[in-house]
């Protein structure tokens, strides 16, 4: 008689298994990526006009490398801290949590780290065409491709991650899987 295939949730302090580590579906994470992208119109305007009061900004473009420097520190604050706590909004609407390759909630640092490594959603195409002064059009095609095939490439991780999670060490979970990695309220570990 073989052993039981079937694998059960990661014990805080015990590795993780492989199988529950497993990403959510590729169609579900987008389309949490992509809601917490319209989320993120609200701090970028708030961040933006808490900017321009502070700075006495006038106009759109004075101080523009300034508030980009500001907003990349909001982002940082903004994900660093919800991803410490295992969710943003968006991943609470889907249903998906971040945590360690072990299975663990993330440390601030750690969530600090994929902060940095999931720039390479959007950097790669910007850097590309920037000496080439390409039209905001053009950049927006290169920007979309890329981040088609950034998605695409978490095909080829053994457990369906990002690779920006896989550098980082952290892994995205469905809430139902990461939720019963803790032990029920009142028991004893």
Known sequence: MQPSTRTTAPVPG???????????????????????????FGVVFIA????????????????????QLFLFIVFGIYFTWFWHKGQTLAMKTWHIRIVSRSGQPLSQGRALLRYVCSWLWFLPPLVVSMPFGLPVSETL??????IA??????????????????????????????????P??????
Do not use: I, K
């Open 14 to 40: 015990l590795p993780a298994t492989p199988s529950l580590l497993r990403a959510p579906r590729l169609a579900r994470r987008m389309a949490c990526w992509l809601y917490e992208g319209m989320l993120m």
């Open 48 to 67: 933006g006009y808490l900017y321009s009061a502070l700075s006495q900004t006038r106009h759109g473009l004075d101080n523009r490398h300034g508030l």
């Open 141 to 146: 095609v290169l920007l979309t491709g890329w």
């Open 149 to 182: 095939v950034w998605a695409l490439a978490s095909r080829l991780h053994p457990q369906g991650q990002f690779w920006h999670d896989a550098l980082a060490g952290t892994c995205l979970v469905g809430a139902d899987r990461a939720a019963s990695a803790l």
């Open 184 to 189: 029920a309220p009142g028991s004893s570990v």
